[in-house]
DNA sequence: CTGAAAGCGCTTACAG
DNA sequence: CTGAAAGCGCTTACAG
């Protein structure tokens, strides 16, 4: 690694100052054309190259925005930051990747790494950890000093920022809505997820539906299995003691671990037991069998979110900031782990 | 957002200079307890936090590294990015993540935007279009100019850098050795990908156990399917036309679709036909049969290529740079889409 | 104990 | 047509 040719170096080589040289190099009509052909060329041909921290200072913008997620070993955030990276990529911005890991301290300490002037922008899926506590401040410091913030998927109402979100509730009612009209009566839900806003207005979709068409509620079968516990035995419990015809999985690994538990215990999928899973992974394609899902668009989602931030950040100031939250249409994709929907319905 | 404090802000309201204002904030034993003190509470106060990027201009590192990886929706990648992101953020660095989408004009320019003082090294997997044309100049510019390079995975011998790979060849053979222990003679080797290096090593492990266990070599039953064509026509007409009682995966996709299509055609997994998947997916466990794979241990591999790149780049000056090629062992996790060894084989 | 100066690499308004 | 100056936000060796 050699010293890296900057502004300087070429203009003792043409014995100018680094202020024509920049002028040059930028086809400034100040500078004759000699020189900017003799300094153009010499900067071509030992490529140089403008220092983007140099630039950054000077203009106070970094032209990278950062990612905040719980996961991305879980296909759903996958997807969106492959969202993120292609709108931020076309918009010319670097995508700096967080993972949270679910935990406050995490968030909190990379938002104050991000916050000076590393990032013009965040996006951000809260922590489990941050919603449970509803710790927010450090959001806020962030919006104060560093710039907008767009939150999606898991959101707070108590942030006042955009939001690009999932209808979870009606998206939920959907799902159960489906089951039902195929002839499921003891709905459960199974989740190892928690504490986390999404979760509640699934449940709350899901109970509403139930509603709206007089089945009864089982509490025993909302099974919102907490970490420490074994999911595989708290779902032969259910199994065992509860009577349960449909399961919907809210995410991935409840729905599909939740088939194989049932299956393994004898159960035909999906005229014993069916299954639905909230998100989508390309593999529901291919169990056995293949697994009727929510699909939330969640590259779609990434876009959506970068999008907006990335307006946000380039938006002139004084700009009258309106925030708004956008929800994504979620889509049915009917497979084999459903029963066909009776016509007569 | 209001202006972010700095130093020059103290500065002011206490009427001293900028030089004390920061060695104040140091706690440095130049200067008295009295003022210190006062600094220190009126910034704990006031949030300040030094700007990283005049830090970076001054200190000449950013300590943040770049990964440019093909695809993100590659579960393969996606793990090794989470290695990646993990060993970064326990060494306080910043990760850029960058997909090429296989392309080399996405690959350069993504490269020519880092070299300039935004990461201090980079951590890359080839597009196939780089390989393809063999072109890795852009690769060569950024060591000179830029950093350390560490690639992973996808490589090339031309490039003098540090290397994590996986041992291709003897994992191909390990799995063609595999399906030959339980019975199988006619292995077929299916693949969307081509022009890339480590799809040549795999093929020629495979080939070396075939003539080692000297089974007939059949070059139309090497399937590497272009991009355009379309997967299952070929597939059809593979197992059509020739006899197959075997099929090796090289990535997911190939593998986990090759069997939906032969046991859509009634062929019984693994009776009539073995399916041995590179890559392995946690998904592999859910289909039916669940699908005997290659664990890469990508996700290990992620943190070994972060933990090279990191110590090249805070390794003392003058440091004799000796470039390592580090093989990250496989292992194969035996399911049920193959046959039970025979005991006495 | 405090501060002026130089510098990281750049740009731009202003003089000459 | 060219350059000196100021500045982005910081640090550190050197004076005083």
Redesign the interface.
């Known amino acids: 690694?050699?010293q890296?040719i900057t502004l300087k170096h070429i203009a003792k080589t043409f014995n100018v100052s680094i202020a024509t040289v920049s002028k040059a190099l930028k086809d400034s009509h100040e500078i004759s054309v000699a020189t900017k052909l003799k300094i153009q060329e010499y900067a071509k041909l030992h490529?140089y190259?403008?220092?983007?921290?140099?630039l950054?200072?000077l203009n106070k913008k970094?032209k990278?925005i950062g990612v905040i997620m719980p996961s991305?070993?879980n296909p759903f955030f996958?997807?969106t930051?492959?969202g993120i990276?292609?709108v931020a990529?076309e918009k010319g911005y670097?995508?700096?990747?967080?993972?949270s890991h679910g935990k406050l301290d995490k968030e909190i300490s990379?938002i104050?790494?991000?916050?000076?002037?590393?990032i013009d922008g965040l996006l951000i899926s809260l922590s489990e950890e941050a919603e449970a506590k509803q710790h927010f401040s450090h959001l806020e410091?962030f919006?104060?000093?560093?710039?907008?913030i767009v939150m999606f998927d898991r959101v707070s109402d108590s942030v006042n920022t955009d939001k690009v979100i999932v209808d979870d509730f009606n998206c939920a009612y959907k799902a159960t809505e489906h089951l039902i009209k195929t002839g499921c009566k003891h709905i459960s839900v199974v989740s190892t997820l928690d504490n986390v806003g999404i979760i509640k207005l699934r449940i709350d979709g899901y109970l509403k539906a139930l509603v709206d068409y007089n089945l009864p509620i089982n509490r025993k079968i909302i099974n919102l299995i907490k970490p420490g516990y074994d999911f595989e035995t708290e779902l032969k419990t259910m199994l065992d003691y509860q009577e349960v015809d449909a399961i919907i999985g809210l995410e991935e690994f409840s729905a599909?671990?939740s088939?194989?538990i049932a299956q393994d215990r004898g159960y035909i999928v999906p005229d014993d037991i069916s299954i639905i899973s909230f998100t989508s992974?390309d593999?529901f394609?291919?169990?056995?069998p293949s697994i009727t899902c929510i699909n939330q668009h969640s590259v779609f989602m990434g876009k959506t979110a970068a999008e907006i931030l990335i307006s946000k950040i380039e938006q002139p100031l004084g700009t009258e900031t309106v925030f708004e939250t956008k929800t994504i249409k979620t889509t049915l994709i009917e497979r084999k782990s459903t029963k066909p929907l009776v016509n007569n319905y």
Chains 1, 2 share one sequence.
Do not use: C, W
């Open positions: 690694m050699k890296r490529n190259r403008p220092n983007s921290i140099a950054s200072l970094s990278t991305i070993l996958v997807k930051f492959s990276e292609q990529n670097n995508v700096i990747a967080i993972v990379s104050i790494v991000l916050e000076n002037g590393l410091e919006i104060d000093n560093a710039g907008p599909v671990e088939m194989m992974s593999f394609k291919y169990t056995k």
